[in-house]
């Protein structure tokens, strides 16, 4: 079984003394019969204590503060895994029971919010485009994997053509983008055809074979399979989710698995530096390193205090994941 030291680090630098920081984070990979967590730690500037709940979609959350002035905020997360492979369905069960089960599910609480979807003003035309892809005939679970695979082939995956502006409707549009650019689609496709679907962020480890996204934060898409449960698929990779994925956070969508966010009271200009590191313990090695990234903001007042930065440090921790 496969066995990774991941270390993600968080980066905050402020152009002067900042004071009240209070933040959230979700940095606690997801522990299930698919993953152990040997050892988690948590190493925060000023050394706070962080309280933990589990929110409304089971994630783990935790939350911080830091009072005093200081002028950087340095959040680090080191976690020793160890994988496990997953059970595919077995696919054997009748089309039709299966969508009637599905069918079913929107008067479900558990499922309303994996269903319902958003507002795209291209879905006539995304209904068209799908209509010779997806058949009730087949099952849930060949029409989610072949959804899957219609935005692995049909969607380039290139950095910087998106941005954290950028609407899932734009992405149809451009026909590109990155891994949560195609998880988001994924969802829209899925749900559209009455699939409960959700958002997942995580990583993706090094196992030899090269994989979009390896090395880094990632987003990809869990589909519900009648008599199976939640099976992941990943769009960026055109693969169902393995033992090199690892999950951090579920949701709706990517707002909902913010890894990093808060406020605090201060100057608004500040730099912001992410990366992720991923060690195969079996290979004693580093496989996949990815580099410091940095983004900066200015205020359109510097010298005025500003009370709340909830908005654009949700925006920052976003822009970060557009860059894998």
């Not at 519900?224 to 994925?245: A, E, K, M, R």
């Not at 990366?275 to 090695?285: L, M």
């Amino acid at each position: 079984m496969p066995s990774y030291t991941i270390n993600h680090i968080t980066h905050y630098r402020y152009s002067s003394k900042v004071i009240d920081c209070a933040n959230q984070i979700m940095l606690y990979p997801i522990v299930d019969a698919q993953l152990e967590v040997k050892n988690h730690t948590i190493k925060i500037t000023e050394d706070p204590v962080v309280e933990t709940f589990v929110d409304y979609f089971g994630n783990h959350v935790g939350v911080f503060s830091i009072i005093k002035p200081h002028s950087k905020l340095f959040i680090e997360s080191i976690a020793e895994v160890i994988t496990k492979p997953i059970v595919l369905p077995k696919d054997d069960g009748d089309a039709k029971s299966q969508w009637e089960i599905l069918k079913n599910l929107k008067y479900n609480m558990l499922y309303v919010d994996f269903l319902k979807p958003e507002l795209f003003p291209s879905s006539e035309e995304v209904k068209k485009t799908l209509k010779d892809f997806v058949a009730e005939e087949k099952t849930p679970y060949q029409n989610a994997a072949t959804l899957s695979e219609y935005v692995y082939k049909n969607f380039i995956y290139k950095k910087g053509i998106t941005n954290i502006g950028t609407k899932t409707e734009e992405v149809w549009q451009l026909k590109a983008g990155v891994c949560q650019d195609f998880a988001h689609i994924l969802l829209i496709f899925l749900r559209m055809f009455n699939i409960p679907s959700r958002y997942i962020s995580g990583y993706i480890c090094p196992k030899g074979k090269e994989m979009r996204g390896e090395g880094a934060t990632h987003a990809w898409v869990e589909a519900f399979i009648p008599d199976y449960g939640w099976l992941g698929l990943d769009p960026t990779n055109n693969c169902i989710v393995s033992d090199q994925h690892v999950r951090l956070a579920t949701g709706r969508n990517f707002a909902d698995c913010t890894p990093v966010k808060g406020t605090y009271k201060g100057s608004g200009e500040h730099t912001l530096e992410v990366s992720v590191e991923i060690k195969n313990s079996a290979a004693k090695k580093t496989i996949e390193k990815e580099g410091l990234r940095k983004y900066s903001y200015e205020a359109k007042n510097p010298g005025e205090p500003v009370n709340s930065y909830r908005h654009y440090l949700e925006v920052q921790q976003q822009q970060q994941q557009q860059q894998q």
